[in-house]
């Protein structure tokens, strides 16, 4: 197992555990019992990272994976529902980022997903559309963070760190 992620809320009966096999399959577990829900394909040559979208919409499980893709998931029916291709690097990180809270009475924008490959950085929008390409890094992307109130994405590659403005165009 390379990665592991928690849903966001009660799946099914209760919280699900992700967890991605460098070998490809990701499996999914019930918190009560440890009983394994679904096991999904994942990536060929392997999964790499996993993300769950944040609750507000329907239950979404995304994977990265070494074949430069991030998938989609239906973990409630362990249904397959899309593919974005990304390249040849692999999809070794992801992130959602949420809308910055609007002002009182306005609605919030959707959450964003984000996913590094090498040193290529792309926002996508739930359906896996690409939303934009962000300028490539200087180097390879080592690690993204999310602000936990939303707007905001910290990227990072070896010398150094990004800060992004998720809601900029975004």
Do not use: M
């Not at 096999?21 to 790499?48: F, K, M, V, W």
């Not at 180097?139 to 109130?149: F, G």
């Amino acid at each position: 197992v390379i990665d592991l992620g928690w849903s966001p809320a009660d799946l099914s009966g209760g919280p699900i555990l992700a967890a991605a096999s460098a070998a490809g399959p990701i499996t999914l577990h019930a918190l009560a019992d440890g009983r394994l829900l679904h096991p999904l394909p994942g990536h060929e040559n392997g999964t790499n990272a996993l993300a769950w979208a944040p609750s507000s919409g329907p239950a979404l499980l995304v994977s990265g994976g070494q074949d430069g893709s991030v998938k989609r998931w239906d973990p409630v029916a362990g249904q397959h529902l899309g593919t974005t291709k990304r390249g040849s690097d692999w999809v070794e990180h992801l992130a959602w980022v949420a809308a910055t809270p609007p002002a009182p009475g306005a609605t919030a924008g959707p959450a964003r997903l984000f996913a590094a490959a090498g040193r290529a950085l792309t926002a996508l929008a739930a359906d896996g559309t690409v939303v934009r390409t962000l300028p490539r890094a200087a180097k390879t992307l080592t690690a993204l963070a999310a602000h936990p109130r939303g707007g905001a994405l910290a990227a990072a590659c070896y010398g150094g760190v990004t800060l992004w403005d998720a809601d900029d165009g975004l």
